[in-house]
């Protein structure tokens, strides 16, 4: 069975920065997708940024050039947030796709403050 895991996340005033990072457990496929969504209050959930385990990336145009998503090995997967805005205000959700199937994680608050 898949999990994922993540961390990071917390409160931080406008401007600065904060790195989420996720690791998946259980049986993968070696050639995936892992990445990042996110979901506010009242708001559908959207994708923030995916990198394949091939090194191909993805970005929200919202978050292209503060957000940088990257991966340490086939498991992981890490966000580094920098120049964040209140409107980053969610709940971050690590994504892992491969084949037709996606698992999720729990889900990390990350509140920016102005």
């Known amino acids: 069975q898949v999990q994922l895991v993540e961390s990071g996340g917390g409160l931080v005033q406008a401007g600065g920065s904060l790195r989420l990072s996720c690791a998946a457990s259980?049986?993968?496929?070696?050639?995936?997708?892992m990445g990042w969504f996110r979901q506010a209050p009242g708001k559908q959930r959207e994708l923030v940024a995916t990198?394949?385990?091939?090194?191909?990336t993805t970005y929200a145009d919202s978050v292209k050039g503060r957000f940088t998503v990257s991966r340490r090995n086939l498991r992981t997967v890490d966000l580094q947030m920098n120049s964040l805005k209140p409107e980053d205000t969610a709940v971050y959700y690590c994504?892992?796709?491969?084949?037709?199937?996606?698992?999720w994680g729990q889900g990390t608050q990350v509140t920016v403050s102005s």
């Open positions: 259980g049986s993968i496929f070696s050639i995936n997708r």
């Open positions: 990198a394949t385990s091939g090194g191909i």
């Open positions: 994504n892992l796709h491969y084949t037709a199937d996606d698992y």
